[in-house]
């Protein structure tokens, strides 16, 4: 069963404009990481942000920033002054944190098309 | 900085087929996986491994063997293809240990087409 839900199929964005994809997750446990996973026509899958569950700061790396409300399980990404190489798939995931044994497998959303417009 | 290998990128089989999807990384990481991407249903994980001579089922493991007897390999075997394998399939690795969840390292995937 799918735990992470990216509600966006697709969306688009017009060149230097800002644009948030969303993302929730399901997971009765507490410690855990969440990531944003860029997929450009490449096919290559390329970390773009990663948040620490027990840290309330939102995670920042340049123009991409995440809004993290663990209460809410919601898990955005906002991409500030949108360039055309930022065109791509992204997938949100998450990632749980075992203490006792380490198959700690990751688990990604259905994934968001960004498409950027010139 | 090798990273993350698999082998082929493109592949056609026949229903019936068998083949090995290979995967090497140089990280010294103990964690591999392997994940079959579909439209509409992102990475699902089909077999991980959490070191050497350690496997285990994920997902959708049906139709798929694996077997781990370096750090460094994590071969996916198709034993006998079925147009419901048609697919990308991608591999990963990363460090692993409790408490301590790293994000993955990718391959550059393999697209598997089954006619």
């Known amino acids: 069963a799918q735990t992470v839900t990216q509600s966006q199929p697709e969306m688009s964005v017009q060149e230097a404009e800002t644009v948030t994809l969303s993302c929730t997750y399901d997971?009765?446990?507490?410690?855990?990481?969440l990531f944003w996973y860029k997929q450009p026509p490449s096919r290559q899958m390329i970390l773009v942000i990663r948040q620490e569950a027990y840290k309330q700061q939102n995670a920042t790396e340049n123009r991409f920033s995440v809004n993290f409300q663990k209460a809410a399980k919601s898990f955005s990404l906002k991409i500030s002054d949108s360039q055309l190489g930022d065109a791509a798939m992204y997938f949100c995931a998450y990632r749980i944190i075992h203490y006792q044994y380490n198959n700690n497998d990751m688990r990604f959303g259905a994934g968001t098309r960004l498409t950027v417009k010139p | 900085n090798a990273g993350v290998t698999q082998t082929p990128k493109f592949q056609v089989l026949k229903t019936g087929q068998s083949m090995t999807l290979q995967c090497a990384q140089d990280m010294n990481h103990e964690y591999m996986s392997w994940y079959r991407q579909d439209p509409g249903m992102g990475l699902r994980l089909i077999h991980y491994s959490v070191g050497a001579g350690i496997t285990d089922q994920g997902e959708v493991p049906n139709g798929y063997n694996v077997s781990r007897s370096t750090t460094e390999d994590f071969p996916l075997r198709l034993l006998s293809a079925a147009p419901s394998q048609t697919s990308v399939y991608f591999c990963?690795?990363?460090?692993?240990?409790?408490?301590?969840?790293?994000?993955?390292?990718f391959g550059s995937g393999t697209r598997l087409t089954v006619v």
């Open positions: 997971t009765s446990e507490s410690d855990y990481y």
């Open positions: 990963a690795s990363s460090y692993s240990s409790p408490g301590q969840p790293y994000g993955y390292t």
